[in-house]
């Protein structure tokens, strides 16, 4: 039963190609983020959804699309992958505001 | 604008021994400030979070930290380090009401037998 979970936990891909990442969280919270962690650990927001509305949206290119299907949902599209999209990408949860849960991340490996 | 700051990229201490892992904030409000911990290849999870009801913070696995207004510290501490708490920790800060949390730049604890 977990609580926060994402698909796949590794991506091995080519530059150029599209991906997508699903998060599933089985909290019952409202609001559901991305976040990008880069070689040097460096964690970043990338989007925030609240009741699948987008409330936050970082400096991010276009090429990545985040979708929200449901309060439960929430996937993150990347189109023409880059050599720098190389990265730890987790997705977290939350009730409002309050504490957030993270998932094991997914290891996006571009090539 | 909100911003944290770890003091230090990596902390050595041996088995047995104090812990502490720096950690500094920048707020025009009143924050909420947590910790969190990453074990190699794996997510980040929890140790605690402070909201303002009181400065001392108790968290998981033996780990406290102490909300200092007036120095805008939040240091992470432990009082016997044990193998196990080898990973790496990010102190984070949230103060919007969309939830948005900005980490340090994380602290790697080594723990040596």
């Known amino acids: 039963d977990t609580a926060v979970s994402q698909t796949p936990k590794y991506l091995v891909t080519q530059m150029g190609n599209d991906k997508s990442i699903k998060c599933e969280q089985n909290?019952?919270?409202?609001?559901m983020y991305w976040y990008k962690q880069d070689s040097k650990k460096f964690l970043k927001i990338m989007f925030s959804?609240?009741?699948?509305?987008?409330?936050i949206n970082e400096t991010v290119p276009n090429r990545f699309s985040p979708k929200s299907p449901d309060k439960a949902h929430l996937n993150l599209h990347i189109n023409s992958l880059e050599l720098g999209d190389s990265a730890v990408y987790f997705c977290?949860?939350?009730?409002?505001?309050?504490?957030?849960?993270f998932g094991p991340g997914t290891r996006l490996l571009v090539l | 604008a909100q911003s944290v700051t770890q003091l230090d990229s990596h902390v050595s201490v041996s088995e047995g021994t104090p812990v502490l892992l720096r950690c500094n904030y920048s707020?025009?409000?009143?924050?909420?400030l947590f910790w969190y911990v990453q074990h190699p290849n794996k997510g980040l999870q929890l140790l605690l979070k402070?909201?303002?009801?009181?400065?001392l913070v108790k968290g998981i696995n033996g780990f406290e930290a102490e909300f200092k207004k007036s120095e805008t510290s939040f240091h992470l501490t432990k009082p016997s380090a044990h193998m196990s708490d080898a990973a790496e920790y990010f102190c984070?800060?949230?103060?919007?009401?969309?939830?948005?949390?900005?980490f340090g730049q994380g602290t790697i604890l080594t723990v040596h037998p």
């Open positions: 977290a949860s939350s009730r409002q505001a309050e504490t957030q849960y």
């Open positions: 909290l019952g919270h409202d609001t």
């Open positions: 959804y609240n009741n699948k509305e987008l409330i």
């Open positions: 707020s025009s409000y009143s924050p909420s």
């Open positions: 402070y909201t303002s009801a009181a400065t």
């Open positions: 984070g800060g949230g103060g919007t009401s969309y939830g948005k949390l900005t």
